[in-house]
């Protein structure tokens, strides 16, 4: 069967410092990977998509980056983290065919001091 | 533009009591709709989507393309049903999907 898994499960990390936050698939091959961020109120908004290892899309402007390195592999980074990164940032994967639901990791609550 | 909107943060409700947590969507095309609950200290999981026409735990929901409306409603809510629900709107392009979600409404059934 399919599993997620992202970590860490929480990260307080200093303004300025930098961030990498890791999620990886098994179970599957050439998943499409996605990051969420979750902020109070706000619901759940799409910060990246990938539909393969190097493509990656952008959904908003902002400081983070995406990359996939392998097919299973999803990190979002950030050189210089700011105070309004902090949140609750989710990984979800679904398959490929596009009438497929997502699944979602359990998720990163960054804080930022 | 693309948008999901859950009017109540939180919806408050009595065990045995009907519930309608309510999702209005603005989209262009042809909108295909999902509901995802997360319960507390568990991931964000998928419920129902809507064009399987099926009932989840008690819950259905009926997409209303004249009202854009794709409410979550249960007859009998159970104390279990308490958990975060959010509406989703999936647009299609390039062999993915994205998902829009709402805010979200938490569900708190008391005893």
């Known amino acids: 069967s399919q599993t997620i898994h992202q970590w860490p499960a929480t990260l307080v990390q200093p303004v300025g410092s930098p961030l990498s936050l890791e999620c990886t698939v098994e179970?599957?091959?050439?998943?499409?990977l996605y990051w969420y961020r979750q902020a109070a109120g706000r619901g759940l908004q799409l910060l990246f998509y990938s539909v393969g290892i190097g493509q990656i899309s952008s959904e908003v402007p902002q400081n983070l980056s995406a990359s996939r390195p392998q097919d299973r592999q999803f990190i979002l980074s950030s050189k210089k983290l700011l105070l309004s990164d902090s949140g609750f940032y989710l990984c979800?994967?679904?398959?490929?065919?596009?009438?497929?639901?997502?699944?979602f990791g359990d998720g990163t609550r960054l804080s930022i001091l | 533009a693309q948008r999901v909107t859950q009017p109540e943060k939180l919806l408050s409700v009595f065990k045995g009591a009907p519930v309608e947590l309510k999702c209005n969507y603005s989209y262009s095309g042809s909108p295909e709709l999902f509901w995802y609950v997360q319960y507390s200290r568990q991931r964000l999981q998928l419920l129902l989507r809507h064009i399987s026409r099926e009932s989840i735990k008690g819950f259905t929901a009926d997409l209303n393309k004249g009202e854009t409306s794709f409410h979550l409603k249960k007859p009998f809510a159970q104390e279990e049903d308490s958990a975060m629900y959010y509406c989703?709107?999936?647009?299609?392009?390039?062999?993915?999907?994205?998902?829009?979600f709402g805010a979200g409404t938490r569900l708190a059934v008391h005893p």
């Open positions: 179970g599957t091959s050439n998943p499409n």
């Open positions: 989703a709107l999936k647009l299609m392009g390039n062999g993915y999907n994205k998902l829009i």
């Open positions: 979800a994967w679904s398959v490929s065919a596009g009438n497929q639901p997502q699944h």
